[in-house]
T-cell receptor, first 109, second 117 residues
Framework: GQNIDQPTEMTATEGAIVQINCTYQ??????LFWYQQHAGEAPTFLSY??LDGLEEKGRFSSFLSRSKGYSYLLLKELQMKDSASYLC??????????WGAGTKLIIKP | GAVVSQHPSRVICKSGTSVKIECRSL??????MFWYRQFPKQSLMLMAT?????????EQGVEKDKFLINHASLTLSTLTVTSAHPEDSSFYIC?????????????FGPGTRLTVT
């Protein structure tokens, strides 16, 4: 089956750190993506993890544990422009993206 | 690199008419293009997957006779919404997967906002 979950909404303060979790259950796995989507716009690529561990890209980091079916996106030094929805998606055995419902992140001053 | 364009960005049409949306990969060839639909405050819903030169594969619940997909070349796919109704109003997004592609990242177009009156 295909199941992927992430929180619906999170709130954080400007300048702080926030971690958005994503859990999945699948019999076939070929990597996990994180995308950012601002309201009314298409998603933009943030990260791709296929091996376990943490990958850091500037203020954003993404972590994957394949044995636990778990990933998180870590955003540091939050800025108001980071207010957006964050979508996790995994590649299944057919290399098709299976999408989570997205986490709406609200940044407060 | 890896830019995908969509045209038009916004379209308003009357109920019963048809609308064509174009998706182009500008600087790469795409083996596969995907069409998504997104309703307000919801996640992306995959409608269909199209491979150049072959028929599209539609997801369950998507009417292939209503949403016509043509992937005529490695850089162009079109989605035609036939006999549009107000419930078809949505944000339609295409994405493309590059060849040869050692990764499977999908590059997204900017989306098309369809409003059916």
């Amino acid at each position: 089956g295909q199941n992927i979950d992430q929180p619906t909404e999170m709130t954080a303060t400007e300048g702080a750190i926030v971690q958005i979790n994503c859990t999945y259950q699948t019999s076939g796995f070929n990597g996990l993506f994180w995308y950012q989507q601002h309201a009314g716009e298409a998603p933009t690529f943030l990260s791709y993890n296929v091996l376990d561990g943490l990958e850091e890209k500037g203020r954003f980091s993404s972590f994957l544990s394949r044995s636990k079916g778990y990933s998180y996106l870590l955003l540091k030094e939050l800025q108001m422009k980071d207010s957006a929805s964050y979508l996790c998606a995994y590649l299944d055995s057919n290399y098709q993206l299976i999408w989570g419902a997205g986490t709406k992140l609200i940044i407060k001053p | 690199g890896a830019v995908v364009s969509q045209h038009p960005s916004r379209v308003i049409c009357k109920s019963g008419t048809s609308v064509k949306i174009e998706c182009r990969s500008l600087d790469f060839q795409a083996t596969t293009m995907f069409w998504y639909r997104q309703f307000p405050k919801q996640s992306l819903m995959l409608m269909a997957t199209s491979n150049e030169g072959s028929k599209a594969t539609y997801e369950q619940g998507v009417e292939k006779d209503k949403f016509l997909i043509n992937h005529a070349s490695l850089t162009l796919s079109t989605l035609t919404v036939t006999s549009a109704h107000p419930e078809d109003s949505s944000f339609y997004i295409c994405s493309a997967r590059a060849i040869p592609g050692s990764d499977y990242e999908q590059y997204f177009g900017p989306g098309t906002r369809l409003t059916v009156t």
